[in-house]
Structure formats: C-alpha cells, structure tokens
C-alpha cells in the first residue's frame, strides 16, 4: 500500500507509533533501520515516546548497512547516524545491537556474523529510506536481490550524495549491506519518502516499471508499505496511489 501524508512530521508521528506497537506487541522485537535524513524525525518522535519503555530491554537492533572503510565513530558512519539519532537517547543494551563494523579486514567474516544473528528469527520490523538511486540500504541498482549480506561497490549517485552526511570530503567506494531478501522477508517493512527531492525517484519507482529498481522490489508485498509525504509524492498522479 501507498500511504501519503500531508506532511513529514505527520508521516513520522505514524512511523514512531508503529515502532512502539511493534516493540510492545512483538514476543522477541527485532528492528532492521535505515540511518540517514529520512527517519530522522521518526527516531525522535519515537525516542520521546518510548523512553521509559519497559520492552526496551527485549528489543534487539540488526544492522542495515554500513560504509566500507568509516569508523563507526565517524558522524557519518551509518552507525554514527543511528547513535545521534536513536540509541543514544534510549536505554537499550549495546549488547543488543548488532552492527556491521565496515573497517573490518574480514568483510566476508563480517556479513555471515550479521547474517547469523536473523537466522533463527526473523526482523520483526524494518524501516527503510529510499536512495536519489532508488537503492534500498546499500542494494544499489542492477545488484540481484540476495537472501544474505554482501558488500557491493557504490553508485556514483550514492557516493555523491552520502557526502552530505560528513563534515568533510569523503571517499566512499564500497558498503556492506543486508540483501534485499532479506529486508523484505521482514515481518514488517515501512518504507519512507519524503521531501520534493525524493519526488522524482518516487515518481520512477511508481511509475516505471522498466526501470528495474531496488526500491520497486520491494512493492506489492501486503506487509510492506510505502509512506511519502506530499512533497515526495507531488509528481505522482492521483491515480498512482488508488
Ligand atoms: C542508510 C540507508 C540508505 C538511505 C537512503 C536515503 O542506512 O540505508 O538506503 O536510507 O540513501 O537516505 P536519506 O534518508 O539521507 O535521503
């Protein structure tokens, strides 16, 4: 389903209630999420809301992806970005949080470490965000949808733009990221857009089947939804969504 909202606050409020109900209501919560602008507001709204939680120490993070070669204390590190915005401000165990370390000299090591901690069960909640590239965690474009972690070299769209999350130049070649298998065999998928930026690559994945897209993947799954608000949705005919 296509959900859009009249604004990204509106959008976020619904994303961090739906977090909340999926940490309270799900026997062993298991949460897969995007770093980046996107979830932003959504990781705020939901901190504030679930800061006294007691589920919070049943609730169990498994990594999205990671930049190959960025220390997780960079700002920019995928880790980094999650931290500033959502652990950091909640009571949850660093034990319980399963994150890709993209400066390992095992990569392949890393992926099945990763890996192994979904295969007895599976991510009971994803919040993904949509790349300028239509990628969906770091499954660029033209990369076959994979049912385990992999690390995949960077569209120059991606380079480009992850640039914004660093205060300084920075080379980004490679990531590791989950596959998108693996993403979509999640209980749950919430799959967010916002911002007249984002309205053209939400206009092609809508609208484009041809175009072959990560994003485009994931759409027509009962348990996958997208939420844009207007802006990201306003190049879409009203007939899109219906
Ligand atoms: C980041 C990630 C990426 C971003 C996407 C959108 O962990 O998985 O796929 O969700 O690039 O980024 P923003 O939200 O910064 O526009």
Excluded at 24 to 39: E, I, Q, Y
Excluded at 54 to 78: A, K, M
Aim: aromatic share 6%.
């Amino acid at each position: 389903m296509i959900r859009i909202f009249e604004s990204g606050d509106e959008l976020s409020a619904a994303i961090a209630d739906e977090m909340l109900l999926h940490l309270r209501k799900d026997p062993r919560p298991v949460f897969c999420l995007a770093s980046g602008s996107t979830p932003q507001a959504s990781y705020a709204k939901f901190a504030a809301l679930a800061k006294e939680e007691p589920r919070l120490s049943q609730l169990r993070i498994v990594s999205l992806d990671e930049w190959v070669g960025i220390e997780r204390t960079s700002e920019g590190s995928c880790y980094g970005m999650l931290d500033a915005d959502l652990f950091s401000r909640l009571p949850i165990d660093p034990g319980a949080i399963a994150f890709f370390d993209g400066t390992s000299a095992d990569l392949q090591r890393e992926c099945e470490r990763i890996d192994s901690c979904i295969a007895h069960g599976p991510i009971t909640f994803s919040l993904m965000g949509i790349g300028m590239n239509g990628h969906i965690g770091l499954n660029e474009p033209g990369l076959p949808v994979l049912d385990r972690s992999s690390v995949v070299r960077l569209s120059s769209t991606t380079r480009e733009v992850a640039q914004k999350y660093f205060d300084h130049p920075t080379e980004l070649d490679f990531g590791i990221t989950l596959g998108l298998g693996q993403i979509a065999a999640s209980k749950r998928v919430v799959v967010a857009a916002v911002g007249r930026k984002k309205a053209s690559i939400v206009r092609t994945i809508l609208t484009r089947p041809e175009a072959d897209l990560p994003a485009q993947k994931l759409l027509g799954h009962s348990h996958i939804d997208f939420y844009l608000d207007a802006e990201a949705a306003s190049e879409l005919e009203a007939n899109v969504t219906e």
